[in-house]
């Protein structure tokens, strides 16, 4: 998935016009109704009713524009923070982070450490477990913020790469409640995702029915709960993902949770004053009652 295609998403939403978003985004109307077309296909299902005049989304566009905003947000805000730091040569780390705890986690998490350290500038990389675990290990990042479950174990040296286990979060079966009770469909992530060997073990430790629908090919939950949304089928899912979603009542869980710890690494040989100042505000913070993921203090 292209940001420009969650740009475009969100100027039409805006405009209601295909021709002023194009317009608007600087490209032809018919390359701007493709990038349109080609996010319906990433995600399964239309976004604009294009029976309607002037342009309007349909409920599935309506339900990921508020995702899509949020994603465009918190991009739009790490960019922000590297062209500072560069411009001003501020105090800066680097952290790769699970695409997941990018949205939900880091940037209430990373408030509490600036509370300790003043400002900071970050350069965050939100991606899938293997680039992430690649990003610190052998691309110079300072950071990796992971889950951690003993089926799926980070397999880094801990004598070069310590951690502290910085917040909680659980992976949760959920169904929208159009879907019947008895329906035993799933949505599978790809096999080599991190939440996806977690999924497994929960699915076969819960003693659930399933039949796999759909199965993503790429590592987002995101994805995985805008499907669930739609009553395609049950997923496994970050609690932390979904609790707006629960709290409105357009999400229900069943069977049993399953319990994942939130990991910060340090790459023990990158030690510089802003590096040293997080490790220690994060230990600080670790003293404190635990802070989850899913239920913010």
């Given at each position: 998935?292209?940001l420009?295609?969650l740009?475009d998403?969100?100027?039409?939403a805006?405009?209601?016009?295909?021709?002023?978003?194009?317009?608007?985004?600087h490209?032809?109307?018919?390359?701007?109704?493709?990038?349109?077309?080609?996010?319906?296909?990433?995600?399964?299902?239309?976004?604009?009713?294009r029976?309607?005049?002037?342009?309007?989304?349909?409920e599935?566009?309506?339900?990921?524009?508020?995702t899509?905003?949020e994603?465009i947000?918190?991009?739009?805000t790490?960019?922000?923070?590297?062209?500072?730091?560069?411009?001003?040569?501020?105090?800066?780390?680097?952290?790769?982070?699970?695409?997941?705890?990018a949205?939900?986690f880091f940037?209430?998490?990373f408030?509490?450490?600036e509370?300790?350290?003043?400002?900071?500038?970050?350069?965050?990389?939100?991606?899938?477990?293997?680039n992430?675990?690649?990003?610190?290990?052998?691309?110079?990042y300072?950071f990796?913020?992971?889950?951690?479950?003993?089926?799926?174990?980070?397999?880094?040296?801990?004598?070069?790469?310590?951690y502290?286990?910085?917040?909680t979060?659980?992976?949760?079966?959920?169904?929208?409640?159009?879907?019947?009770e008895e329906?035993?469909?799933?949505?599978?992530?790809?096999?080599?995702?991190?939440?996806?060997?977690v999924?497994?073990?929960a699915?076969?430790?819960?003693?659930l029915?399933?039949?796999?629908?759909h199965?993503?090919?790429?590592a987002?939950?995101?994805?995985?709960?805008f499907m669930?949304?739609?009553?395609?089928?049950?997923a496994?899912?970050?609690?932390?993902?979904?609790?707006?979603?629960?709290?409105?009542g357009?999400?229900?869980?069943?069977?049993?949770?399953?319990a994942?710890e939130?990991r910060?690494?340090?790459a023990?040989?990158?030690r510089?004053?802003?590096?040293?100042?997080?490790?220690?505000?994060?230990?600080a913070?670790?003293?404190?009652?635990m802070?989850?993921?899913?239920?913010?203090?």
């Amino acid at each position: 998935m292209d940001l420009k295609w969650l740009e475009d998403f969100v100027s039409l939403a805006e405009t209601r016009s295909f021709s002023r978003s194009a317009e608007e985004r600087h490209v032809t109307q018919p390359a701007f109704s493709r990038r349109i077309q080609a996010l319906e296909m990433w995600l399964g299902a239309p976004l604009i009713d294009r029976t309607t005049y002037p342009t309007t989304l349909t409920e599935s566009g309506r339900r990921f524009r508020e995702t899509a905003e949020e994603i465009i947000q918190l991009l739009g805000t790490a960019r922000a923070d590297l062209t500072a730091e560069n411009r001003t040569r501020r105090r800066s780390v680097s952290m790769a982070a699970l695409h997941t705890l990018a949205l939900t986690f880091f940037p209430r998490w990373f408030g509490k450490i600036e509370e300790a350290t003043g400002s900071i500038g970050s350069r965050l990389l939100a991606d899938d477990f293997h680039n992430c675990l690649q990003a610190i290990a052998e691309n110079g990042y300072d950071f990796l913020l992971t889950y951690h479950h003993p089926c799926a174990p980070v397999t880094l040296d801990p004598s070069k790469f310590p951690y502290l286990v910085v917040g909680t979060d659980a992976l949760v079966a959920v169904r929208s409640p159009r879907l019947p009770e008895e329906s035993s469909l799933f949505l599978d992530y790809a096999s080599n995702s991190f939440l996806g060997r977690v999924a497994t073990y929960a699915q076969a430790m819960s003693g659930l029915e399933s039949a796999i629908v759909h199965t993503s090919e790429n590592a987002m939950a995101e994805a995985l709960k805008f499907m669930a949304l739609e009553g395609h089928g049950a997923a496994w899912l970050p609690r932390s993902l979904v609790k707006v979603e629960l709290e409105r009542g357009e999400l229900v869980t069943f069977g049993a949770e399953t319990a994942l710890e939130i990991r910060l690494y340090r790459a023990l040989e990158r030690r510089r004053g802003a590096v040293d100042a997080v490790w220690n505000a994060a230990s600080a913070l670790v003293a404190k009652p635990m802070f989850e993921a899913h239920n913010p203090g």
